[in-house]
């Protein structure tokens, strides 16, 4: 079978040792590691009452992310990774050895990829050898994406996984049914299209919130399949006059018998996803999610124009990443992305280009096919799998995420086309199968078809497919690499997208940690004035020039950055709520970046390093008293004041021993 294969070369991509014994990194600590549902501090029943960073979803601060059942799969893996006789199999979590997370991460990654692979085979329906290439196609494209390695290798996105693998379940359950339900019980059909779907959907939806489209995109798969086009149904229903003048009287009882199923179909399917999601709705409570500007700037923009086009010039960079994901980056916030201001802008004629391409879909959609394509089987199979890849699998699992409906909390993000890339995968599949592989016979003999034979390059197309898995592969392990540890993620994201301020933060953070505080301040000084970004990023930057003896340069920023905060400086408390902070203790180090931390929080800091500049031990101790005084809770403070204490304690005692 096509997807056994499949499943054995997406995991062996993904097998590093180095890798799978990685730390956790960018928003695990959040997630996972501090989460106390997962890690043990709250009974599991939490998890169905708070969102999925451990706070109550009634709460206005509550992120609204409700996934209970990527949140339990954590504390399952978390349990096993504490049992002493499973530390080699699971790794330990305590000590951040994230074994068994990534294992199953790859697990579902690889299951999810068999099952595309099986879902191919319900989309290139008929059957020839080109359809089988095109299916195995569908699954190793999927499989060793590169585009994929932040869903797999990130374990907070294994909501993506657990919510593909849901949604495509659902998918071949409905598929099985309705192409064979005439060798099907009528319990069986209604289980099979009407209970077990939107079981799965539910399942999908409460792994993370794009599944509630899981449905969606069955009723538009059954479409195309069953009815094709409007113009199609308008003929069906007799709105309109048959094209076709040999259409006999039974013929159109059959057809019309098709399109009372399709809608029955249709709209218990509808009236189960808009159940499902209107209790979803309701446990969000009377707040909605709060963001702010900072994250995604082209959805916040308030000029209709500039938000327009830079949403779609996303789109367009996603559509760039597959076709060549080489600049792929944990992190597009802030001015990563230069947003579209102007008329003049190189970047709308790609824009453009691309609303004609799904204009062009879109009249796929609605009109029926010319005569040209309806007299020849092979290309009228090839529209119907073009318009699946693109609606039923592209489009319609995007929706949550293209900023549409809703604008969300992130410009660009790997991880929220992990199920969409399916429908561009079905398209390459598709294009390399009328390319390059030979046509049913039956349709040889009717007209030869152009690409394939005119110039002999069935070997070219299987060099080239070649070619771009390898390099697929390659990719992949870098990728996979880059996410075991924070220092590999943010030097990696550095070297893509050093615009990020947030990167340059969180990079200069990791070299301060690796004691190359040289670098850590080139990178981090255009982020060190509190003007330019934050107190936050000026706490850390005059931390990095203290540990370099150039106070005299940091005391007048940390002047300025405390100034902000006394004056009423408001952190952005929902920017980019994955990335948690880690207690650090070390006098060289900070505590890491928290966005969500209070001005309280931030106030305490950087009066710990304004008493680290500070060279009379006795102003030093006040100012790290107030420092403590400020924030009680800020552990950072604490240790450095107990560290104060305990270093004048023994200045004291050499200064008795001398006399």
């Known amino acids: 079978r096509p997807s056994l294969w499949v499943a054995v070369v997406t995991f062996a991509s993904y097998w590093d040792s180095q890798a799978l014994h990685g730390t956790f990194v960018y928003d695990d600590l959040g997630s996972v590691?501090?989460?106390?549902?997962?890690?043990?501090?709250?009974?599991?029943?939490?998890?169905?009452?708070?969102?999925?960073?451990?706070?109550?979803?009634?709460?206005?601060?509550?992120?609204?992310?409700?996934?209970?059942?990527?949140?339990?799969?954590?504390r399952v893996n978390w349990w096993a990774s504490t049992l002493d006789d499973w530390h080699d199999y699971f790794g330990d979590a305590d000590k951040q050895d994230t074994f068994g997370f990534r294992v199953v991460n790859v697990l579902l990654h690889t299951w999810v990829s068999l099952l595309v692979t099986e879902a191919a085979g319900f989309i290139f329906l008929q059957d020839s050898p080109g359809d089988t290439v095109a299916q195995l196609l569908t699954g190793l494209l999927f499989g060793l994406h590169p585009v994929h390695v932040e869903a797999v290798s990130n374990i907070t996105s294994r909501g993506e996984l657990l919510m593909s693998l849901f949604s495509l379940l659902s998918f071949l359950s409905f598929a099985r049914c309705i192409h064979s339900s005439s060798n099907v019980s009528k319990v069986g059909y209604v289980w099979g299209v009407y209970i077990a779907p939107w079981l799965f959907m539910t399942a999908s939806m409460f792994s993370k919130e794009q599944g509630a489209t899981t449905l969606v995109s069955l009723a538009c798969y059954d479409w195309i399949i069953h009815i094709g086009s409007v113009q199609d149904f308008l003929e069906m229903v007799g709105v309109f006059r048959a094209s076709k003048q040999d259409v006999t009287e039974v013929d159109q009882q059959k057809q019309r018998a098709v399109v009372v199923n399709v809608w029955k179909r249709t709209l218990i399917l509808a009236s189960e996803t808009v159940y499902i999601c209107a209790f979803r709705y309701w446990l969000n409570g009377e707040s909605p999610p709060s963001f702010i500007y900072d994250q995604n700037p082209a959805a916040f923009s308030k000029d209709a124009w500039t938000r327009i086009f830079s949403v779609n010039w996303v789109y367009c960079l996603y559509i760039y990443d597959t076709v060549f994901p080489k600049y792929l980056c944990c992190d597009w916030s802030g001015e990563s992305i230069p947003l579209i201001t102007t008329d003049t802008d190189w970047r709308i004629f790609p824009v453009l280009t691309l609303w004609i391409a799904f204009g062009y879909c879109c009249r796929q959609?609605?009109?029926?096919?010319?005569?040209?394509?309806?007299?020849?089987?092979?290309?009228?199979?090839?529209?119907?799998?073009?318009?699946?890849?693109?609606?039923?699998?592209?489009?319609?699992?995007?929706?949550?995420?293209?900023?549409?409906?809703?604008?969300?909390?992130?410009?660009?993000?790997?991880?929220?086309?992990?199920l969409p890339l399916l429908g561009f995968c079905i398209l390459e599949a598709l294009a390399f199968k009328c390319l390059f592989c030979a046509p049913p016979k039956e349709d040889a003999k009717k007209e030869r078809m152009p690409f394939g034979h005119l110039l002999g390059i069935h070997w070219r197309g299987h060099f080239?497919?070649?070619?771009?898995?390898?390099?697929?592969?390659?990719?992949?392990?870098?990728?996979?690499?880059?996410?075991?540890?924070?220092?590999?993620?943010?030097?990696?994201?550095?070297?893509?997208?050093?615009?990020s301020r947030h990167t340059r933060y969180n990079y200069g953070y990791e070299l301060a940690l690796q004691g190359d505080f040289e670098a850590s301040e080139q990178v981090m000084r255009s982020i060190g004035n509190p003007h330019d970004d934050s107190p936050a990023s000026t706490f850390l930057y005059g931390l990095v020039l203290q540990n370099l003896g150039r106070c005299v340069q940091a005391q007048p920023l940390i002047e300025e950055a405390l100034g902000m905060v006394v004056e009423g400086y408001a952190p952005d408390d929902t920017f980019n709520k994955e990335d948690d902070d880690v207690d650090g203790a070390a006098t060289a180090t900070a505590p890491k970046r928290h966005r969500g931390e209070s001005s309280s929080r931030i106030a305490s800091n950087l009066l710990v390093v304004k008493a680290l500049c500070e060279p009379d031990i006795g102003l030093k101790g006040k100012i790290m008293f107030e420092a403590v005084q400020t924030d009680p809770q800020n552990d950072y403070a604490v240790s450095q004041a107990n560290a104060l204490v305990k270093q004048m304690e023994r200045a004291q005692q050499f200064s008795n021993t001398k006399r």
């Open 33 to 74: 590691h501090k989460n106390a549902v997962v890690n043990g501090g709250m009974p599991w029943t939490e998890a169905f009452s708070r969102d999925f960073w451990s706070t109550p979803l009634a709460w206005p601060s509550s992120h609204k992310s409700f996934r209970p059942l990527t949140t339990l799969s954590f």
């Open 365 to 418: 959609l609605l009109l029926r096919p010319a005569a040209a394509i309806l007299n020849n089987d092979f290309w009228l199979h090839s529209r119907r799998v073009m318009l699946i890849g693109v609606f039923s699998f592209l489009f319609i699992p995007f929706l949550l995420s293209s900023n549409l409906i809703v604008p969300i909390g992130l410009m660009k993000g790997d991880r929220v086309i992990y």
């Open 464 to 499: 080239g497919l070649m070619v771009q898995l390898s390099l697929f592969v390659m990719k992949t392990r870098e990728r996979n690499l880059a996410w075991s540890t924070s220092f590999r993620l943010w030097k990696s994201a550095f070297e893509v997208n050093p615009v």
